[in-house]
């Protein structure tokens, strides 16, 4: 069984930052690619970020500069760290990270989601 805890979301003015968090835990036996995802009222969810098990990362063209991810593997945490925050970044935000827990296949599990609204 495994259970992921997203924390971190908010109300931040424009320009803010804030900083997502995303643990795994449970009987994990690896864990590969995490992603971040985002889904704005009446609009896709679409691929914010992701990093690879070899700390390989890569970005939508609207965050680039302005958004980190990266994961601590001691802790089976992913983390979005947002800086110049714009109100078009409002949306739920879920990680998605690819994880085999003992005995069983490799997968993507889905985080509860956790509310970022950009507004003054």
């Known amino acids: 069984q495994v259970q992921l805890v997203e924390s971190g979301g908010g109300l931040v003015q424009p320009g803010g930052s804030l900083r997502l968090s995303c643990a795994a835990s449970g009987s994990i036996f690896r864990i590969n690619t995490m992603r971040w995802y985002r889904q704005a009222p009446g609009k896709e969810r679409e691929l914010v970020a992701l990093?690879?098990?070899?700390?390989?990362?890569n970005y939508t063209d609207s965050v680039k500069g302005r958004f980190t991810i990266s994961r601590d593997n001691a802790k089976n945490t992913v983390y979005l760290q947002m800086n110049s925050l714009k109100p078009e970044d409002t949306a739920v935000y879920y990680c998605n990270p690819d994880i085999a827990p003992y005995g069983s296949a490799l997968r993507g599990y889905w985080g509860q989601g956790t509310q970022v609204t950009v507004s003054s």
């Open positions: 990093i690879t098990s070899g700390g390989i990362t």
